[in-house]
């Protein structure tokens, strides 16, 4: 059984930066195309951004400029870098990987999610 891990979450104010990373919880499962969506309260769920097994990415038009999403094979870990955060970039944003085991398959799995707040 392998899972999604994020960390990186927490508090900053407006302007400030914060990282997120997401990673298999078994180093022998390897994350393909990944996504990073976010929830804020009363809404639904949106993509941020996304990155695929060769490193093409997209970006919702929201954070384009300032967020980047990136992916380390050796660590196999996909980050996000936020930054010039803004009050309404605030959600508990949730991590979305297609996991290849040895076998070859591939499964779609979510990570718990993380909490980011922005104060103004």
């Known amino acids: 059984q392998v899972q999604l891990v994020e960390s990186g979450g927490g508090l900053v104010q407006a302007g400030g930066s914060l990282r997120l990373s997401c990673a298999a919880s078994r180093s022998t499962f390897k994350l393909s195309a990944t996504g990073w969506y976010r929830q804020a309260p009363g809404k639904q769920r949106e993509l941020v951004a996304s990155?695929?097994?060769?490193?093409?990415?997209t970006y919702a038009s929201s954070v384009k400029g300032r967020f980047t999403i990136s992916r380390d094979n050796a660590k196999n870990t996909v980050y996000l870098q936020m930054n010039s955060l803004k009050p309404e970039d605030t959600a508990v944003y949730y991590c979305?990987?297609?996991?290849?085991?040895?076998?070859?398959?591939?499964?779609?799995?979510w990570g718990q999610g993380t909490q980011v707040t922005v104060s103004s």
């Open positions: 990155i695929s097994s060769g490193g093409t990415t």
């Open positions: 979305n990987a297609d996991i290849a085991a040895l076998t070859g398959r591939v499964t779609t799995y």
